[in-house]
């Protein structure tokens, strides 16, 4: 962990690890929007994709960052914001055409040659719902795991990898959970995963705001977090923050799509009862 005093101003983070990746990432979805909106016959929506694109910025440069390294419930804040709003903003926007057309030529042509059929049987299999509910559940506990939370506080580039694996693994999951296949169906399927995840991530959150010592060696070392909190206090507060709010929006978002599901399903019926 970078030592800070926690009378010290908070920064940005604005190391090239991140922040030319995320100008990357702008630049090739500003291309492709332009690129795109003179093509296409419907208009081509950004405002999902650059507030996503926003949020996940600033979780991970602004001065927010900093203070996740004096204390684990503003780490947690970071955590769920680019789990729960970054990357469920940017599947919601249904950007992978505007970014496809936003890459140079030669390399568009490559993806969409031989590339095409093997990457888009990956990306089938891992946005199938199940699947991605693991890989998200699998990710949000070994990340969690002591060992390696330490590595990602005592190390920029372990910091940089385990919010990269956030980020991909929740995108896997919001996009698996929003675009099902066979709606009828799907979006019942992915209900139940999203209920079942508010239980694994409330689960995880539940141990850590249970628990009477704190998991993690730096946070431990500290005799009071940057929030002004006991180290204890700090992790209870910030296990209730994925417990509570993170598994009531995960509840929230199943209703949603249960609900999608009871319409689509009604909708059906009346189609066959029709006939």
């Known amino acids: 962990m970078h030592q800070h005093h926690h009378g010290d101003a908070l920064g940005w983070t604005l190391d090239p690890l991140l922040t030319v990746p995320l100008a990357l990432a702008l630049l090739i979805f500003a291309v492709g929007w332009s690129r795109l909106s003179k093509r296409a016959s419907t208009p081509v929506r950004p405002t999902l994709f650059l507030c996503g694109w926003l949020v996940l910025a600033l979780s991970l440069t602004s001065p927010l960052h900093e203070a996740g390294e004096r204390s684990f419930t503003m780490h947690m804040v970071e955590h769920e914001l680019i789990m729960l709003v970054a990357t469920l903003l940017l599947a ?134 940057g929030i002004g909190l006991d180290p204890v206090d700090d992790q209870r507060l910030a296990g209730l923050i994925m417990w509570i709010p993170g598994g009531a929006f995960h509840g929230i978002a199943a209703m949603v799509l249960f609900y999608k599901w009871l319409r689509y399903s009604e909708g059906g019926a009346r189609a066959l009862s029709a006939n």
């Open 92 to 225: 919601a926007s249904g950007a992978g055409a505007i970014l496809a057309w936003g890459l140079p030529r030669p390399l568009r042509h490559t993806l969409a040659g031989s590339w095409k059929s093997p990457l888009q049987k990956l990306w089938r299999r891992l946005t199938e719902p199940v699947t991605a509910t693991v890989i998200q559940g699998a990710v949000m506990w070994v990340w969690h795991a002591p060992p390696l939370f330490d590595r990602a506080l005592d190390s920029f580039g372990w910091h940089v990898a385990q919010h990269a694996c956030f980020f991909l693994s929740s995108l896997l999951f919001w996009w698996a959970m929003l675009h099902p296949r066979g709606r009828a169906s799907g979006y019942g399927v992915s209900a139940a995963c999203l209920f079942a995840t508010s239980l694994i991530g409330g689960a995880l959150g539940a141990l850590m705001s249970l628990s009477s010592s704190p998991w993690y060696a730096d946070y431990a070392a500290m005799g009071m977090t």
